[in-house]
């Protein structure tokens, strides 16, 4: 027999899904987003969104190659990677600097660990974390959005989350004129990530994602409902100094983060349980790190912080074996 048989315990149901399939799903959900970013940040948002693609699709072939593993960029795992990093990039990034990410994404926080399904953190986030820190002046660098036909020039400004904090540490109170701009921070037309900054983009992109059973609901929610109602309790002690709870969700990579990064199949508890508490774990942190930190944003570093703890949640959160008490002792 050239082929051997392998016998494993029931259940043997397929679900019919596999990796390719799924990729091409999120790729999909994902081009409202990439959309909006073009439209508002024009070819400089197209060529971030090119370069860390390509780049992480290089990266992938080089290491496999040198490693002497097969070539798997045509599941599309390194494809996403590359997307959801320039996702978290500003639209002004130079080159070199997406690029470095990239490289950082695929070798070190993926294929180091042995490839996909075997990285502990998300690699898209490890690589814009380490770029936030190695390069914070080109991380920190915002663009004014410019709508396409505007005929505009990209100008350098701040994010509403940065200016609220700025504001707060000089004068101790967050400008009103902050909380008024919903309609845009919803729609996308603020400075920020390019990918980050239209929550309807990505929400559009999510309900595909659910309306596929590719996401639930429980890793979003929890997130999301967590944010809010912490961010509540400070904006209603001290309003003139905290933002509201809308303004958390709307400003920033919260959404982007709640669904597309903090979802990641193979960073996150793989139990119901697990996931409510990752959820919960990554809105409490966000909320501290944002109101008491020394960036104004906390997305990142929340989940990179709970994928660190997942292996710790799986253990306490692993259904009890039927027929077996809590200790595992058969009853």
């Known amino acids: 027999m050239s082929k051997q048989l392998y016998l494993s315990s029931s259940p043997h149901i397929h679900s019919g899904d596999s990796t390719s ?11 409202p987003a990439c959309a909006v970013a073009v439209y508002f940040f024009g070819p400089a948002a197209l060529t971030v969104l090119l370069i860390a693609t390509l780049g992480c699709l290089a990266t992938e072939v080089v290491c496999q190659r040198l490693m002497g593993q097969p070539v798997t960029i045509a599941d599309g795992s390194a494809a996403i990677t590359g997307v959801l990093l320039a996702l978290n990039l500003p639209p002004s990034s130079p080159w070199w600097l997406t690029l470095l990410g990239a490289v950082i994404a695929i070798a070190i926080g993926k294929q180091v660990y042995g490839g996909l399904g075997s990285n502990p953190f998300n690699p898209a986030l490890v690589a814009r974390v380490v770029l936030l820190i190695s390069f914070p002046v080109q991380m920190t660098t ?27 540490m000089l004068t101790g109170q967050m400008p009103p004129e902050l909380q008024s701009g919903m309609a845009d921070y919803f729609l996308g037309n603020m400075a920020g990530c390019i990918g980050e900054v239209s929550a309807l983009a990505l929400l559009l992109g999510a309900g595909y994602l659910f309306y596929k059973r590719i996401l639930t609901w429980h890793i979003p929610a929890t997130f999301v409902g967590t944010v809010v109602l912490f961010s509540s309790v400070f904006w209603l002690v001290n309003p003139d ?17 709640a669904f597309y990064m903090a979802t ?22 966000t909320v501290l790190i944002r109101l008491f930190g020394g960036y104004p944003e906390g997305v990142s570093f929340a989940i990179l912080l709970m994928n660190a703890a997942t292996p710790l949640i799986d253990r306490y959160s692993r259904p009890k074996t039927f027929g077996t008490s809590r200790q595992g002792v058969r009853s």
């Open 21 to 31: 399939k799924v990729m091409r799903a999120v790729l999909y959900s994902l081009l």
């Open 142 to 168: 915002w663009s004014s959005p410019t709508p396409f036909g505007s005929g505009l020039d990209l100008v350098t400004t701040a994010t509403p989350l940065g200016e609220w904090k700025n504001a707060v």
């Open 241 to 257: 100094k905290y933002p509201n709870p809308l303004f958390h969700l709307l400003t920033g990579g919260l959404v982007l983060g």
């Open 264 to 285: 990641d199949m193979v960073t996150t508890p793989v139990s119901t349980k697990g996931m409510l508490f990752f959820g919960v774990g990554c809105g409490v942190l």
